[in-house]
């Protein structure tokens, strides 16, 4: 196929003028993920458990009834072919999320419908595990997760109270130890629990409902949980957010709302929240989302994918919004210090590395964009947001999601993802941080950089944390994570003999890349799985990159006397850019693929990232072969 470079021009010029058109009056870029069956399936069984309880109490639970009635009808028109829910309306049957439809589709089983759906749910289940036994079943679902019982308990736990696990159904759900709640929290990193750092709603209350059903046969932990009953579930109540959705996630709030209702807790402060959470932010055809909106994810990923030409873009308003963003208080979730940024603006958001490092990227862009822009503000709060990477970067070097040390289950240890994104938000504003703060970045920088050279695989590649695919064999995506290394290598430029060493590991990541690219030009997340547009763009800003820093000699390269690597380059940069002018009708048409990971190994797509991904690597692609000066230098996302 020929590559034709005003069809790329024009692509990304359409591509971009429908990128700003996401930008809202406050200045945010809204996005929109997609329906989950996951979540609705826990939405609607707490209001059937709530609807249950209000009658129990000769109140009226009409209106949770009617909420559950919908979410359960929106399950039946949208099961798999196979009998089998995914965690998207494009993703394939998946044991964890067929298991929660099933339990919750069980309380509606008096509808026609959904007796249908919940014969073929059972038809699939048996054959995934073999058979329907409470032994098998459980044994099934904490084979998904291994030692990680983050995920594993809340599904047993529905599956208990859907009478889905036999008359002792409860002593196949984990006893959580919600006692260790009441402990002061600096002491969390040295108990090694076997869930994660931003679980603590889950432990408290499925730990007390599983203590409630069955309590511990040992007398110690019996006092010991009676005595901390009451504390705990002031505890719950105290990190619960003004808008009741802890996480704003309809599945970790849905399991609590079950878990208290179960307890007879249906009148407490916490449940009665949790359920005004979940009613308002029910859509309007009866499901719900992953989590309520990334709306400070997607605005930094936007800021940066149109950087440097930010002329269209509300950069004040947008400024404004995105500072006040920045926590500035001690978070009382997870304890997190002040400077950090959440994925979202609502009060269900948790500080973290990734969105933190997209946040300090971005007011780089906008302050170089804006000569007017008031500079002393935004370098104080990019300062305070270094200062919070650096606060919680782990002892191998690595950053974490949350917490500094917390433990070495998913979402808690390093990863190189977020390691990339910070490395290069410390560069970005590496010549403008106060004196004292200097040598922490540069050590912080280099830090991050060595932990990255020794997890790259031995293939050249790097697996993230925050994305996935469902098509790649172990559902990893290391396109993903050597993409985003690879453009902090192109990047950045460490000191001595570091960077040579970070040049070299960037080469063998560049070799990973250009073996990965599909025949068409196309990217997926790994050689030989099908493409999409979202990694497409994320391999074709990485290679542009690249290409640019070995044209301007910001890599230590060695000379090249026939020139064939840089025609290999162009044309792998060609070929990809190609298939996007192909695939999105010159920039018009950005289908969403599941591509995005959110806790415990829930597949999302979200309306925006394949125009977010797009938009940067076609930027990148058009400085790299000559066809646009004026993107030269973009900091990208």
Same mark, same amino acid.
């Given at each position: 196929?020929?590559?034709?470079?005003?069809?790329?021009?024009? @692509?990304?010029?359409?591509?971009?003028?429908?990128?700003?058109?996401?930008?809202?009056?406050?200045? @945010?870029?809204?996005?929109?993920? @997609?329906?989950?069956?996951?979540?609705?399936?826990?939405?609607?069984?707490?209001?059937?458990?709530?609807?249950?309880?209000?009658?129990?109490?000769?109140?009226?639970?009409?209106?949770?009834?009617?909420?559950?009635?919908?979410?359960?009808?929106?399950?039946?028109?949208?099961?798999?072919?196979?009998?089998?829910?995914?965690?998207?309306?494009?993703?394939?049957?998946?044991?964890?999320?067929?298991?929660?439809?099933?339990?919750?589709?069980?309380?509606?089983?008096?509808?026609?419908?959904?007796?249908?759906?919940?014969?073929?749910?059972?038809?699939?289940?048996?054959?995934?595990?073999?058979? #329907?036994?409470?032994?098998?079943?459980?044994?099934?679902?904490?084979?998904?997760?291994?030692?990680?019982?983050?995920?594993?308990?809340?599904?047993?736990?529905?599956?208990?109270?859907?009478?889905?696990?036999?008359?002792?159904?409860?002593?196949?759900?984990?006893?959580?130890?919600?006692?260790?709640?009441?402990?002061?929290?600096?002491?969390?990193?040295?108990?090694?629990?076997?869930?994660?750092?931003?679980?603590?709603?889950?432990?408290?209350?499925?730990?007390?409902?599983?203590?409630?059903?069955?309590?511990?046969?040992?007398?110690?932990?019996?006092?010991?949980?009676?005595? $901390?009953?009451?504390?705990? #579930?002031?505890?719950?109540?105290?990190?619960?957010?003004?808008?009741?959705?802890?996480?704003?996630?309809?599945?970790?709030?849905?399991?609590?709302?079950?878990?208290?209702?179960?307890?007879?807790?249906?009148?407490?402060?916490?449940?009665?929240?949790?359920?005004?959470?979940?009613?308002?932010?029910?859509?309007?055809?009866?499901?719900?989302?992953?989590?309520?909106?990334?709306? $400070?994810?997607?605005?930094?990923?936007?800021?940066?994918?149109?950087?440097?030409?930010?002329?269209?873009?509300?950069?004040?308003?947008?400024?404004?919004?995105?500072?006040?963003?920045?926590?500035?208080?001690?978070?009382?979730?997870?304890?997190?210090?002040?400077?950090?940024?959440?994925?979202?603006?609502?009060?269900?958001?948790?500080?973290?590395?990734?969105?933190?490092?997209?946040?300090?990227?971005?007011?780089?862009?906008?302050?170089?964009?804006?000569?007017?822009?008031?500079?002393?503000?935004?370098?104080?709060?990019?300062?305070?947001?270094?200062?919070?990477? #650096?606060?919680?970067?782990?002892?191998?070097?690595?950053?974490?999601?949350?917490?500094?040390?917390?433990?070495?289950?998913?979402?808690?240890?390093?990863?190189?993802?977020?390691?990339?994104?910070?490395?290069?938000?410390?560069?970005?504003?590496?010549?403008?941080?106060?004196?004292?703060?200097?040598?922490?970045?540069?050590?912080?920088?280099?830090?991050?950089?060595?932990?990255?050279?020794?997890?790259?695989?031995?293939?050249?590649?790097?697996?993230?944390?925050?994305?996935?695919?469902?098509?790649?064999?172990?559902?990893?995506?290391?396109?993903?994570?050597?993409?985003?290394?690879?453009?902090?290598?192109?990047?950045?430029?460490?000191?001595?003999?570091?960077?040579?060493?970070?040049?070299?590991?960037?080469?063998?990541?560049?070799?990973?890349?250009?073996?990965?690219?599909?025949?068409?030009?196309?990217?997926?997340?790994?050689?030989?799985?099908?493409?999409?547009?979202?990694?497409?763009?994320?391999?074709?800003?990485?290679?542009?990159?690249?290409?640019?820093?070995?044209?301007?000699?910001?890599?230590?390269?060695?000379?090249?006397?026939?020139?064939?690597?840089?025609?290999?380059?162009?044309?792998?940069?060609?070929?990809?850019?190609?298939?996007?002018?192909?695939?999105?009708?010159?920039?018009?048409?950005?289908?969403?693929?599941?591509?995005?990971?959110?806790?415990?190994?829930?597949?999302?797509?979200?309306?925006?990232?394949?125009?977010?991904?797009?938009?940067?690597?076609?930027?990148?692609?058009?400085?790299?072969?000559?066809?646009?000066?004026?993107?030269?230098?973009?900091?990208?996302?």
């Amino acid at each position: 196929m020929s590559f034709d470079q005003q069809e790329l021009q024009n @692509s990304h010029e359409n591509a971009r003028a429908r990128l700003l058109e996401q930008f809202t009056e406050t200045g @945010s870029c809204k996005g929109e993920l @997609s329906s989950s069956a996951l979540s609705t399936a826990t939405a609607a069984m707490a209001f059937a458990l709530s609807q249950r309880a209000a009658e129990s109490r000769n109140k009226n639970g009409e209106a949770h009834g009617q909420l559950a009635a919908d979410g359960h009808r929106w399950l039946c028109n949208n099961q798999n072919q196979d009998g089998g829910w995914g965690d998207t309306t494009d993703s394939p049957s998946n044991i964890s999320t067929t298991t929660l439809c099933w339990a919750s589709l069980s309380l509606a089983e008096d509808q026609p419908t959904a007796r249908s759906s919940l014969d073929r749910a059972e038809a699939w289940l048996k054959k995934a595990c073999g058979d #329907l036994s409470p032994e098998l079943l459980s044994q099934t679902i904490k084979g998904r997760y291994g030692k990680d019982q983050t995920f594993s308990a809340p599904i047993l736990m529905t599956c208990a109270l859907a009478d889905k696990l036999g008359d002792e159904g409860w002593r196949f759900v984990p006893s959580l130890p919600f006692e260790l709640a009441a402990c002061p929290h600096q002491i969390f990193p040295l108990l090694q629990l076997r869930m994660v750092s931003y679980a603590l709603p889950a432990l408290i209350a499925l730990g007390q409902v599983r203590h409630f059903h069955l309590p511990s046969k040992s007398p110690i932990s019996r006092v010991a949980r009676r005595v $901390t009953r009451r504390r705990t #579930l002031r505890i719950l109540q105290a990190i619960q957010p003004t808008s009741g959705g802890y996480l704003e996630a309809a599945p970790l709030t849905s399991f609590v709302a079950m878990a208290m209702i179960s307890m007879e807790q249906d009148e407490h402060a916490v449940t009665q929240n949790c359920l005004r959470f979940l009613a308002a932010t029910v859509r309007p055809d009866g499901c719900w989302p992953i989590d309520t909106n990334l709306d $400070t994810w997607t605005t930094t990923l936007a800021v940066n994918a149109l950087a440097p030409d930010l002329e269209q873009v509300p950069q004040e308003k947008t400024r404004r919004w995105l500072l006040a963003q920045q926590y500035l208080t001690e978070h009382p979730y997870t304890h997190a210090a002040p400077g950090g940024w959440a994925w979202t603006d609502l009060p269900g958001g948790v500080p973290d590395a990734d969105d933190t490092a997209g946040a300090i990227l971005a007011l780089r862009s906008l302050a170089d964009a804006d000569p007017h822009a008031e500079r002393v503000s935004i370098m104080d709060s990019a300062a305070h947001g270094i200062r919070w990477l #650096l606060g919680i970067q782990n002892m191998d070097g690595g950053m974490p999601t949350f917490c500094r040390g917390w433990g070495k289950l998913p979402f808690d240890r390093s990863s190189p993802d977020l390691s990339a994104h910070a490395i290069r938000a410390f560069d970005a504003w590496r010549g403008q941080v106060p004196g004292d703060l200097l040598a922490k970045v540069l050590k912080g920088r280099d830090r991050l950089a060595a932990y990255l050279l020794e997890t790259q695989g031995h293939d050249g590649s790097w697996v993230p944390l925050w994305f996935g695919n469902q098509h790649e064999e172990r559902e990893e995506n290391p396109l993903y994570g050597t993409s985003r290394v690879l453009l902090a290598v192109a990047d950045v430029r460490l000191d001595g003999e570091q960077d040579s060493a970070w040049y070299f590991g960037g080469k063998m990541a560049l070799r990973w890349l250009l073996n990965a690219q599909r025949s068409d030009g196309g990217f997926g997340a790994g050689p030989g799985v099908r493409a999409s547009i979202e990694e497409t763009g994320l391999g074709l800003e990485a290679l542009a990159a690249w290409y640019l820093a070995v044209e301007e000699k910001r890599l230590p390269v060695p000379e090249d006397r026939t020139g064939k690597d840089r025609e290999v380059l162009r044309a792998a940069i060609e070929g990809a850019a190609g298939w996007l002018v192909a695939q999105t009708e010159e920039g018009r048409d950005f289908p969403a693929a599941p591509v995005g990971l959110y806790f415990a190994k829930l597949w999302y797509s979200e309306r925006l990232y394949p125009l977010v991904f797009a938009v940067a690597g076609m930027g990148r692609a058009r400085v790299a072969l000559g066809m646009g000066a004026e993107y030269s230098g973009a900091a990208g996302s």
